[in-house]
């Protein structure tokens, strides 16, 4: 009786992994080919301010207060911003990215998957997915197009992958294993 329940859960299992990968498969591989022109409500909704860190490369970008402490990845959907945030003492590596259409309350979520490369639902090949967040009914997570674009994503429909550089892929890659913490900010 014992080998036939564990036969049922290992069978279980395989298909809650199925279907998270399909999930997962179906919302990062949704950026389109071409950027849409920008209606009149998204030049309309305000930018944030550019500080004077943003505008001079050669100093970082400061972790946004209320982030948490430890290892952790933030992303604050307002910037267009990442950062991947190590040890004590080390100096965060931050980047930009475009921001899907389905954004993650913010708060504090764990990378539950993770595919090093598929092709989109559009073709476009991508890489470095981690998943980590639903929104709207969507999966959310970082990955980057393997031609190196971040086109803004069709604002009519709902996606869930956040772009990145190649090297940026590459990066959170190496720090956002499973269970790695990530922590959304406005």
Do not use: C
Not at 152 to 161: A, R, V
């Amino acid at each position: 009786m014992a080998r036939s329940s564990s036969g049922i859960v290992a069978g279980l299992t395989v298909a809650a992994i199925a279907a998270v990968g399909f999930l997962g498969y179906q919302a990062s591989a949704t950026a389109p080919a071409h950027p849409p022109k920008a209606s009149a409500q998204q030049s309309a909704a305000p930018s944030p301010a550019p500080s004077a860190q943003a505008a001079d490369p050669a100093k970082p970008v400061a972790v946004p207060e209320g982030s948490g402490t430890g290892s952790r990845v933030v992303y604050s959907v307002g910037q267009k911003r990442v950062w991947l945030v190590g040890e004590n003492g080390q100096q965060p590596k931050s980047f930009t990215v475009m921001p899907s259409t389905a954004h993650p309350k913010p708060g504090t979520y764990l990378v539950n998957s993770r595919s090093g490369a598929v092709t989109g639902s559009d073709g476009v090949p991508i890489e470095h997915v981690v998943r980590f967040a639903t929104a709207d009914g969507v999966v959310v997570g970082f990955s980057s197009r393997v031609d190196g674009q971040m086109p803004e994503p069709d604002q009519s429909k709902k996606t869930g992958g956040i772009r990145m550089a190649r090297a940026d892929g590459d990066a959170m890659w190496s720090f956002a294993t499973i269970n790695s913490k990530v922590v959304v900010v406005p």
